[in-house]
């Protein structure tokens, strides 16, 4: 699985007794390294293994295709949580891979929890679930009065946290149950409007990525070849910046809420040393630089433009 992910993922895998294999990513793409997969697959059982790859912040990872290709007794989990509407080669991500990972939360406004798992082979599962049950915080969330008003209570916040040292373990709690009726309706009005709610992401990510790529200061992730992203964040990194906190800080004071994931990635923690066969140095390097735009916070023009002047200050200043 990818090297740049979030640790939970890995302890998950590590709490079925599995054994862990981190792959290191290409700094410009965000990507797992393509030749170290193929380095351990060629030296292992593919039968025996199962790949997670991660279009990691809605950039599509184009080598699932070559891989799916090449090794077709591999298990592939494709994991598509940020990337509804991502496309390889006009094939829609998810399109490859055994089995598929959808969020009905980290793309969908006001909701808070949810997933969608899809397989080529059926899979048991149980009727008896409990359903869960949204909070006031998801039923309020769209409420344009209160967003404003949240918005201007984080921004007093106290300032971000420096980069967090290593630790020992991490657990993952699993909670069981199906997503609440609030969850899955507003799941189903983002599928229903999909290509419209795209168009619009694609215009507002155009307009900043132009904008910011004129700026030397600034390194934007890549989008490789032969593929569309999901257009939800736009990631890059400022080689300049020694405190990514502090400028964080400064850019949500004034409302622009960037943020960066993520910041401790498996290598920080000590139950997953040796995990990382072919170095973590990249991993390391994107978990202190790595810097997220979420797209829809800013599909209003004015808010965009309000985004280039604030941060173009504050890169004059370094």
Same mark, same amino acid.
């Given at each position: 699985? %990818?090297?740049?992910?979030?640790?939970?993922?890995?302890?998950?895998?590590?709490?079925? *007794?599995?054994?862990?294999?981190?792959?290191?990513?290409?700094?410009?793409?965000?990507?797992?390294?393509?030749?170290?997969?193929?380095?351990?697959?060629?030296?292992?059982?593919?039968?025996?293994?199962?790949?997670? =790859?991660?279009?990691?912040?809605?950039?599509?990872?184009? $080598?699932?295709?070559?891989?799916?290709?090449?090794?077709?007794?591999?298990?592939?989990?494709?994991?598509?949580?940020?990337?509804?509407?991502?496309?390889?080669?006009?094939?829609?991500?998810?399109?490859? *891979?055994? @089995?598929? =990972?959808?969020?009905?939360?980290? #793309?969908? %406004?006001?909701?808070?929890?949810?997933?969608?798992?899809?397989?080529?082979?059926?899979? &048991?599962?149980?009727?008896?679930?409990?359903?869960?049950?949204?909070?006031?915080?998801?039923?309020?969330?769209?409420?344009?009065?209160?967003? #404003?008003?949240?918005?201007?209570?984080?921004?007093?916040?106290?300032?971000?946290?420096?980069?967090?040292?290593?630790?020992?373990?991490?657990?993952?709690?699993?909670? %069981?149950?199906? &997503?609440?009726?609030?969850?899955?309706?507003?799941?189903?009005?983002?599928?229903?409007?999909?290509?419209?709610?795209?168009?619009?992401?694609?215009?507002? +990510?155009? !307009?900043?990525?132009? !904008?910011?790529?004129?700026?030397?200061?600034?390194?934007?992730?890549? #989008?490789?070849? !032969? #593929?569309?992203?999901?257009?939800?964040?736009?990631?890059?990194?400022?080689?300049?910046?020694?405190?990514?906190?502090?400028?964080?800080?400064?850019? /949500?004071?004034?409302? !622009?809420?960037?943020?960066?994931? +993520? %910041?401790?990635? &498996?290598?920080?923690?000590?139950?997953?040393?040796?995990?990382?066969?072919?170095?973590?140095?990249?991993?390391?390097?994107?978990?202190?630089?790595?810097?997220?735009?979420?797209?829809?916070?800013?599909?209003? /023009? /004015?808010?965009?433009?309000?985004? @280039?002047?604030?941060?173009?200050?504050?890169? $004059?200043?370094?």
């Amino acid at each position: 699985m %990818p090297g740049f992910i979030c640790p939970e993922l890995s302890a998950m895998v590590l709490s079925t *007794g599995k054994t862990i294999v981190h792959i290191d990513i290409d700094q410009t793409s965000m990507q797992m390294q393509t030749d170290q997969i193929y380095r351990y697959l060629d030296l292992n059982t593919p039968a025996e293994t199962c790949l997670l =790859i991660d279009h990691s912040f809605g950039y599509v990872n184009p $080598a699932i295709a070559a891989i799916k290709e090449q090794y077709p007794n591999l298990l592939i989990i494709e994991d598509c949580a940020r990337t509804l509407g991502g496309y390889y080669q006009s094939k829609p991500a998810g399109y490859f *891979g055994d @089995i598929i =990972i959808f969020s009905m939360y980290k #793309t969908v %406004p006001g909701n808070e929890h949810g997933g969608i798992l899809l397989s080529r082979k059926p899979l &048991p599962s149980k009727n008896n679930l409990p359903r869960t049950f949204s909070t006031p915080r998801e039923y309020l969330s769209k409420n344009k009065l209160l967003r #404003t008003i949240h918005g201007k209570i984080k921004r007093k916040k106290s300032p971000l946290g420096a980069e967090p040292s290593m630790r020992e373990s991490i657990s993952c709690k699993l909670e %069981p149950g199906l &997503p609440s009726k609030l969850a899955k309706y507003r799941f189903l009005k983002e599928l229903e409007n999909l290509e419209q709610t795209r168009k619009q992401r694609k215009l507002a +990510w155009d !307009h900043l990525q132009q !904008h910011l790529m004129q700026n030397k200061k600034i390194r934007l992730i890549i #989008t490789l070849p !032969h #593929t569309e992203p999901a257009y939800f964040f736009l990631s890059f990194t400022i080689p300049e910046i020694t405190d990514i906190h502090s400028f964080l800080q400064r850019l /949500n004071q004034k409302g !622009h809420f960037l943020f960066n994931a +993520w %910041p401790d990635p &498996p290598c920080y923690y000590r139950c997953f040393a040796g995990t990382y066969l072919y170095g973590d140095k990249n991993t390391f390097h994107l978990a202190r630089n790595i810097i997220h735009i979420a797209i829809n916070d800013y599909l209003d /023009n /004015n808010n965009r433009e309000k985004f @280039i002047i604030y941060i173009d200050t504050l890169l $004059a200043e370094l």
